[in-house]
């Protein structure tokens, strides 16, 4: 269940508990059971993605120890291009022609890459992103 429609979803529901119980020892059994409820699937939400990162993980650590260079290879060559797009990004393009021009020679203003998609692919691979920091903050 989508965990934005929870909020919502119990607040109908302990609407809808005052005008079927009128008595509020019976309303707050109710609302007790409610809330054990909503934590169980909550809990349950959990669990199943906790498995889901689980498999994941163990895909990762199958995909690396693999001695075909097909199913391995393929994270250190993102990480060589992703290299390779620094390099030429920050060091070649913008100094190659200043040194070419003290040696005599003239080079025209090398074409740029479009590093807007880069830096999140590269943050990615290499688990620097700020969201699950955020949310293990926030225990949510």
Do not use: C
Not at 126 to 137: A, D, I, P, S
């Amino acid at each position: 269940m989508n965990p934005l429609l929870i909020g919502p979803i119990a607040e109908l529901l302990s609407k809808g508990l005052d005008r079927l119980f009128p008595d509020p020892e019976q309303r707050a059994k109710a609302q007790m059971e409610m809330l054990k409820l909503e934590q169980e699937g909550a809990f349950k939400e959990l669990d199943a993605q906790l498995q889901v990162n689980l498999a994941q993980a163990a895909v990762n650590k199958e995909e690396a120890g693999s001695a075909s260079l097909y199913k391995s290879g393929w994270r250190p060559a993102f990480g060589w291009v992703g290299v390779f797009v620094l390099l030429s990004e920050f060091i070649l393009r913008p100094y190659l022609p200043w040194a070419m021009e003290v040696f005599g020679f003239h080079v025209p203003q090398l074409p740029s890459i479009d590093t807007e998609m880069f830096w999140p692919l590269i943050f990615g691979l290499l688990g620097l992103g700020g969201m699950r920091t955020f949310e293990k903050t926030k225990r949510t």
